[in-house]
């Protein structure tokens, strides 16, 4: 992926490139789904609810005409739950080594989820996992996610 690409993607809400392999944001629409398989994208992780508020009509067939592999983790955001996040971690631990795109509706969920794997998976420390997350979002100010966030990492200690 390179940093052209990287500047028509910036149009996705809350975007981050974190590695060469990983980028997040928001809500992409069809278009932006096209420049990162065109960027080299070859996973879409949606961590979003198919609400017509914000999602695509068809993200899956859309996805799935570009070529890429697509998964769905529905996490509802009053009450994201540890199952969410194994389900995220073991969709992560299946694409290792791909590039992947994942996303919500505005990167609160997938930054926090991506932080969590970086620490608890990747073996990363909390200090330099979580200024990703919270250059686009304080969960403090969401308890559901404060909870969740302190529960997987105290688990995982």
Wanted: aromatic share 8%; with cysteine.
């Amino acid at each position: 992926m390179d940093t052209i690409l990287d500047n028509a993607l910036h149009g996705i809400t809350n975007f981050r490139r974190l590695s060469d392999r990983l980028i997040t944001g928001g809500q992409p629409t069809e278009e932006q789904l096209a420049l990162a398989a065109a960027a080299g994208c070859e996973v879409v992780i949606n961590l979003g609810r198919l609400d017509p508020a914000y999602a695509l009509p068809d993200e899956r067939g859309t996805v799935g005409a570009l070529g890429l592999i697509y998964e769905h983790i529905p996490v509802v955001w009053a009450a994201p739950t540890a199952a969410d996040l194994d389900a995220f971690f073991a969709a992560m631990d299946r694409h290792a080594g791909r590039r992947l795109f994942v996303h919500c509706a505005a990167n609160y969920r997938a930054s926090a989820f991506v932080m969590l794997y970086r620490v608890l998976r990747l073996g990363w420390r909390i200090e330099d996992a979580r200024p990703d997350m919270d250059a686009i979002w304080d969960p403090a100010e969401y308890p559901q996610w404060q909870a969740l966030i302190e529960a997987a990492l105290a688990a995982g200690d």
